[in-house]
């Protein structure tokens, strides 16, 4: 399905009674998003989320520590900043948020897995071989060889 398509599929579900309230706040959220996202330091903007306003209180979403570290250290100025926006904000909580694994875990796993899979040449294999032959038993030689029957087992 096309981005065109997407779009006229939400609009038009948008537009529909049961959906409109729930349209309504998804806008609204995303444009406090942007808003917030404009006043946060662009170094720190990709690395956190607006959470949830409640009583007053202002929840921001860090990727980690160092991330929630600098948004505390900022947190009063954005505050005021929030504040002269006309946003019903007395405090902010900064939280490190807790998914962040599951966010990233496609990209961990994948290096994860590449770093998992060595690869040995041809020419590598001979050479270790011929070192295994010239080495008198040793722990060396047996952990060569022992390397080599591992390796060749799963080619």
């Known amino acids: 399905m096309t981005s065109h398509k997407v779009k ?5 579900l948008g537009q529909t ?3 409109q309230e729930i349209f309504s706040r998804v806008n609204q959220l995303n ?3 942007k808003t917030f996202l404009t006043l946060v330091p662009p170094y720190l903007a990709q690395s956190c989320n607006l959470g949830k306003i409640s009583n007053g209180k202002l929840t ?3 990727e980690n520590g160092a ?14 900043q929030l504040q002269k926006l006309g946003w019903n904000v007395t405090a902010i909580q900064v939280s490190v948020q807790a998914h962040y694994y599951a966010k990233k875990s496609a ?8 770093l998992k899979k060595p690869t040995l040449s041809q020419t590598g294999i001979e050479s270790l071989d011929q ?10 030689k047996n952990s060569i060889q022992s390397l080599l029957l591992k390796y060749k087992k799963n080619q």
């Open 8 to 12: 006229a599929y939400l609009s038009k």
């Open 17 to 19: 009674a049961e959906y």
């Open 31 to 33: 444009k406090m998003q």
């Open 60 to 62: 921001v979403l860090a």
């Open 67 to 80: 991330i929630a570290s600098k948004l505390k250290l900022i947190s009063p100025s954005l505050l005021l």
């Open 107 to 114: 990209e961990l796993i994948k290096k994860e897995q590449s």
């Open 131 to 140: 070192l295994a032959l010239s080495l008198p038993n040793s722990e060396l």
